[in-house]
């Protein structure tokens, strides 16, 4: 029972705009919308996550949408070292978070020089 | 502040030996948890931990078992190992809530022969 769906994979040239996208349409009220990436097999590494609200960080912005029932992770300015596999998750907010997160396949981010 | 510590890296193990995967937080984070990442799939949850002396079930608990007697370690033992536990093995490690990052070791890649 997937919480969340996104491309198996995209391709993006270098220093343009990376926007992977993310249906949640189940998600209820108190729950986040998390963005992580995995590099290579490394361990995965937080990347931004918001409620209701547009966010920015020094890595990236994350833009959901009124109905919050879907999101889009930008990379401003996309490099060769942001190939990698993207997850969308979705968490609860209060009292959440004991049980982990909830990882699917992701999207394959693959930049292009 | 080295954030999450998992060791081994690597370790090949014969078929029916055990062991234990040893991971340690420098964060003072409550919640800890352990995945498995098989090939080409995302990660799932195996075990988690709210706090010292408390452990509950993930998603694929079978063939493991986990302790927490500090704040700072939570080891992964493996029982009488198979070749389905072949995987690589995550710890991470969060405070409290939905709304907080889980920060996440670099892994332990175990192969069973």
């Known amino acids: 029972d997937a919480k969340t769906t996104q491309p198996p994979s995209m391709d993006c040239a270098e220093g343009r705009a990376a926007n992977l996208p993310c249906n949640h349409s189940t998600i209820s009220g108190n729950e986040y919308v998390y963005w992580y990436r995995q590099i290579h097999s490394q361990g995965p590494q937080y990347i931004i996550h918001g409620l209701k609200n547009n966010e920015t960080n020094e890595m990236a912005s994350l833009i959901i949408t009124e109905d919050r029932k879907s999101s889009t992770l930008i990379l401003p300015h996309a490099t060769l070292r942001d190939t990698a596999v993207y997850y969308c998750i979705v968490r609860p907010k209060l009292g959440g978070g004991a049980d982990g997160l909830t990882f699917g396949k992701g999207t394959h981010l693959i930049i292009q020089p | ?113």
């Open chain 2, 1 to 113: 502040n080295a954030g999450v510590t998992q060791t081994p890296k690597f370790r090949i193990l014969k078929i029916g030996q055990s062991m234990t995967l040893q991971c340690a937080q420098d964060m003072n984070h409550n919640y800890m948890y352990w995945y498995r990442q098989d090939p080409g799939m995302g990660l799932k949850l195996i075990y988690y931990s709210v706090g010292a002396g408390i452990t509950d079930k993930g998603e694929v608990p079978n063939g493991y078992n986990v302790s927490r007697s500090t704040t700072e370690d939570f080891p992964l033992r493996l029982e009488l190992a198979a070749p389905s536990q072949t995987s690589v093995y995550f710890c991470a490690s969060s405070y409290p809530g939905g709304g907080t990052e889980a920060f996440f070791g670099q892994g332990t890649r175990l192969t069973v022969v």
